[in-house]
């Protein structure tokens, strides 16, 4: 099965760039989606296809993808951007949803 | 606005069955590229998909839970059932539906239910 690697945390100052990295063999292939979830509450979807914005998520969150990397960008980071960070793709060659093991961003 | 929410018990023994249930509104899964997957995020664990159903009724499955899971949809009733057998404590976690309006490799989850917590313990 696919399998998607993230770094357990990242740490970040106020008004920095926090860079969240995703992982898979040739996940560049992949249509990359995702979620970011505070505590106690559902995921919401931050970016979706590798670097497309739901509407009302600030343009601080930002994404790329290529290669066997994946990556989410949070610019001008701010207490409220503490949260886990989870990576998505579906996996077409057996139909499956696959998410990554996740990212703690803590806002220091 | 699109809204969905879990049901079911908070509390099952071990062997038993699940059974929960997912209602939704503003949008039908009869709609073309519509369907409706269950999550699940054991305490303090990452999420896990587990399986879908999309609007032409076909069905997707965790390979390592395929064996225990069955999805169905109610598309008069709005609501989409995930039944899980013979669960072990394992099986505690926050359990989600989610929707999807994209099919194919592009499948994401653009709203999702606030979870309900299942515990299985005797």
């Known amino acids: 099965s696919y399998v998607l690697t993230q770094p357990p945390s990242v740490s970040v100052a106020p008004g920095q760039t926090a860079r969240i990295t995703c992982g898979g063999n040739?996940?560049?292939?992949?249509?990359v989606h995702w979620y970011q979830q505070k505590a106690g509450q559902a995921p919401v979807v931050v970016v979706y296809d590798d670097s497309d914005r739901p509407s009302g998520i600030p343009e601080r969150f930002s994404g790329s993808n290529s290669g066997n990397t994946a990556t989410l960008t949070i610019s001008r980071v701010a207490a409220g951007d503490e949260a886990d960070y989870y990576c998505q793709v579906w996996d077409s060659s057996n139909d499956q949803g696959v998410f990554g093991s996740g990212t703690r961003v803590t806002v220091l | 606005q699109v809204t969905l929410r879990e049901s079911g018990p908070a509390l099952v023994k071990p062997s038993q069955t699940l059974t929960l249930t997912c209602t939704f509104s503003?949008?039908?899964?009869?709609?073309?590229?519509?369907?409706v997957s269950w999550i699940r995020q054991p305490p303090g664990a990452a999420l896990e998909w587990l399986a879908l159903v999309d609007w032409d009724d076909d069905k997707y499955y965790a390979t390592s839970l395929k064996t225990r899971l069955t999805i169905s949809k109610d598309t008069s009733k709005n609501q989409v059932v995930l039944t899980m057998t013979n669960v072990d404590p394992l099986d505690t976690a926050t359990y989600y539906c989610?929707?999807?309006?994209?099919?194919?490799?592009?499948?994401?989850?653009?709203?999702w239910g606030p979870g309900t917590l299942v515990t299985v313990s005797s």
């Open positions: 503003g949008f039908s899964i009869s709609g073309v590229e519509m369907c």
């Open positions: 040739d996940i560049g292939n992949y249509n």
């Open positions: 989610a929707r999807s309006s994209v099919m194919g490799p592009r499948i994401y989850f653009d709203s």
